[in-house]
């Protein structure tokens, strides 16, 4: 008996999985193991009240798993071959594909189109050395020139062989860049391609402004590049976005300052 029971919770759980709702699997693996009966008799089995198994038999009727036989008040259920069940699940699975191709085509349009997001800030975070070359690569959208405090020596170390294709790619998107980067080996090297790589590059004093992470500020976000935690950040903010570009412009003039300073 304990194997029986066992045997019918896993079959009752595996048809709860398959889409029937726990009295339905109850009901029918009830009738199933009678073969046919009468309403009272698979209430009984599948200890459910008469009252309620009706609207049960209702169900599965409508589902092609049950058919009646007989005339009342003889009318008794008969359970249909389990094939029934694979062709009602394959006729939901088709429905199904039928509502998401609906909901993809009508619906969520139009609820994208009442979702409020305009105003709404998002912060993005990425991890690990995938999740900073994502950020990378959304750089690659902006629309306008992208302010940037450049950490050169970092940016290699950390995705060795990634820039210099990524360089070759903004340029060839016609996106500009402004960056701030620290007087190193690998700043003077790099400053010595900017016009091959649309960058205007202001050197400043390595020993007084060697900064990480990398901060790139284009269109309405900033992105972070923090290469010591292996994190990549954006945010999406029109407002902290434009705070962000006055701040970057008193620093520019000052970068640039220092950079003909070294020059002279």
């Known amino acids: 008996m304990a194997k029986e029971n066992r045997e019918n919770n896993e079959l009752k759980n595996l048809l709860i999985d398959v889409g029937l709702k726990e009295k339905e699997a109850d009901v029918y693996l009830s ?3 009678l073969g046919q009966g009468t309403a009272s008799k698979i ?16 169900s599965l ?6 058919t009646l036989t007989g005339k009342e008040p003889k009318q008794e259920y008969v359970a249909e071959s389990p094939d029934n069940l694979k062709i009602y699940l394959e006729a939901e699975l088709a429905k199904r594909k039928t509502d998401l191709d609906d909901a993809n085509d009508s619906l969520i349009p139009q609820l994208k189109s009442v979702h409020n ?3 709404r800030p998002k912060v993005m975070f990425y991890e690990g050395e995938e999740g900073i070359r994502r950020v990378y690569e ?3 959208t902006s629309r306008e020139p992208i302010r940037a405090y450049a950490d050169i020596e970092n940016m290699y170390r950390g995705l060795p062989g990634y820039f210099p294709e990524y360089f070759k790619r903004r340029a060839e998107k016609n996106i500009k860049i402004r960056a701030v980067i620290p007087n190193s080996a690998e700043g003077r090297e790099r400053k010595s391609k900017d016009k091959e790589e649309l960058r205007e590059s202001a050197l400043v004093p390595e020993n007084i402004f060697h900064f ?16 010591r935690e292996k994190l990549g950040i954006i945010i999406e903010s029109a407002e902290i976005a434009e705070a962000m570009k006055t701040i970057y412009e008193l620093s520019w003039k000052e970068a640039k300052r220092l950079d003909e300073e070294t020059k002279s």
């Open 31 to 33: 009738i199933l193991a």
């Open 138 to 140: 959304d750089t690659l």
């Open 43 to 58: 209430a009984r089995r599948a200890h459910i009240v008469r009252t309620t198994v009706y609207d049960i038999l209702s």
């Open 212 to 227: 990480t992470p990398e901060i790139n500020i284009y269109d309405n976000k900033v992105m972070i590049a923090s290469w």
């Open 117 to 119: 997001v305009s105003n």
């Open 61 to 66: 009727f409508d589902k092609g798993l049950v």
